[in-house]
């Protein structure tokens, strides 16, 4: 079955700090599909990034990369020099294909992150 | 707006009462999918459609909850005889594509409060 786990429930850094959130997840597919989803104060979730199960490649936007491990099954998400707008709900998802047709998508339960001046 | 947009905002409902809650998807997505999301947790998967077909229902809680989507655009997510567990937000996300690597759009959400 798919599992997602945020094990961090909140971080609270300083300004200009780095900052990791972790993300653990589990499947039985060899085809899946994870993203990371930023909800900011207003609430509405924001697509921040998506990587496939095939492709390993850690990626760098920014401030924001990602590392993907298949070994420990994680996909991880760093903040480098953290700022307060960055204070935000973060979610890590899980996307397979249903044998119904389409696909569905596992939320975690969510990292709460606060960003202090 | 180009967004997703859903309404009403808020809602308030005794318990027992039947509530309607409305999502327009960006023009054009295909897929469209319903969420609760309980205060501190993610969102968790409701039901989901391509076009006007319902292809996943499995996260509805009970038979009280229902969803379509009729002319693949506009989907209405009904809740009746509404109890105190439902009190949630209800997110609706929409994606251009049929699959799973199409990031979804998500609206506002509908914060539903049962009394």
């Known amino acids: 079955a798919q599992k997602v786990t945020q094990a961090q429930t909140e971080i609270s850094v300083v300004e200009k700090e780095d900052v990791t959130l972790d993300c653990v997840y589990e499947?039985?597919?060899?085809?899946?599909?994870l993203f990371w989803y930023k909800q900011p104060p207003s609430g509405e979730l924001v697509f921040l990034i998506r990587?496939?199960?095939?492709?390993?490649q850690n990626e760098i936007s920014g401030r924001y990369s990602w590392n993907f491990q298949k070994s420990t099954s994680s996909f991880n998400f760093t903040i480098t020099a953290s700022q307060v707008v960055d204070s935000a709900v973060y979610f890590c998802a899980l996307s397979e294909a249903r044998h119904t047709g389409g696909f569905k998508t596992i939320f975690g339960a969510g990292t709460r992150l606060f960003v202090k001046a | 707006g180009a967004g997703v947009s859903q309404s009403p905002r808020y809602k308030v409902a005794k318990r027992g009462q039947d509530v309607a809650l409305r999502c327009d998807p960006i023009?054009?997505?295909?897929?469209l999918f319903w969420y609760q999301q309980a205060l501190g947790q993610g969102p968790e998967f409701l039901t989901y459609?391509?076009?006007?077909?319902?292809?996943?229902k499995s996260g509805l809680p009970s038979d009280r909850f229902f969803a379509e989507r009729p002319e693949g655009s506009v989907s209405t997510l009904k809740i009746q005889r509404t109890q105190q567990e439902d009190s949630a937000v209800y997110l609706c996300?929409?994606?251009?594509?049929?699959?799973?690597?199409?990031?979804?759009?998500f609206g506002p959400g509908t914060r539903l409060t049962v009394l």
């Open positions: 459609f391509q076009n006007e077909a319902q292809l996943d």
């Open positions: 499947t039985r597919d060899t085809t899946y599909y």
């Open positions: 023009s054009g997505h295909v897929s």
């Open positions: 990587r496939n199960s095939f492709d390993e």
């Open positions: 996300a929409s994606s251009l594509g049929l699959a799973g690597y199409n990031e979804q759009f």
